[in-house]
């Protein structure tokens, strides 16, 4: 009687039959695990867009303002935020119209605290806003502090954070500094 080799036997080829079924269930669980948590960080992605405007009421009221929208589809955390005016970096709005209470005379200041807040999906927030009864008032005091830049850092729920400037481009980073301010 010739013997059988190992590998020939049944109960070796059944065994081996399981291991690899084992493994390749094992590598679709793996895979599987994979695309539902990148599809997890993509269904709360944040994406924040900082935006400008000088408008004009029909009560001749005139506005210059700063706004920040999430238009992803999760909440943002906000890290930090930075702001130049110019080029001299401000620690809270008031900085920005106090060199210029002269030429303001009267005027109406609406600011945000947004640092260190949340901002859900599909949120505006306005950051900074200057009522005047004068266009030509608040064209002068555009031309005076803008351009304006801000910079803020926010971070998903996953811990995934990106910067953004005034410029609207989302750049990964690998954590967000913390810095003192009072936006």
């Known amino acids: 009687m010739t013997e059988v080799k190992w590998y020939q ?3 070796m080829l059944i065994g081996l039959s399981a291991l690899v079924v084992s493994l390749v269930a094992v590598g679709v669980g793996v895979y599987s695990a994979v695309t539902d948590r990148t599809y997890a960080k993509a269904s709360v992605w944040p ?3 900082i935006s400008t405007n000088v408008s004009t009421s029909d ?3 005139s506005e210059i303002g700063v706004k920040i929208s999430n238009k992803g589809t999760g909440p943002a955390i906000i890290k930090s935020l930075r702001v130049w005016s110019k080029d001299t970096e401000i620690k809270q709005w008031n900085d920005i119209v106090e060199p210029h209470k002269t030429l303001l005379k009267s005027y109406s200041l609406t600011k945000a605290d947004i640092s260190k807040g949340v901002i859900s ?5 306005v950051l900074f806003s200057l009522r005047s009864q004068s266009l030509k008032i608040i064209e002068q005091y555009k031309e005076k502090i803008f ?3 801000l910079e803020v850092c926010y971070c998903s729920i996953y811990d995934e954070c990106w910067k953004v400037v005034s410029d609207n481009k989302p750049t990964p980073v690998q954590m967000c500094e913390v810095t003192a301010s009072n936006f």
Not at 121 to 125: I, L, M, R, Y
């Open 9 to 11: 036997k049944a109960e």
């Open 47 to 49: 994406r924040l867009i």
């Open 59 to 61: 009560n001749s009221f």
């Open 121 to 125: 999906a599909d949120q505006t927030f």
């Open 147 to 149: 351009p304006t830049k």
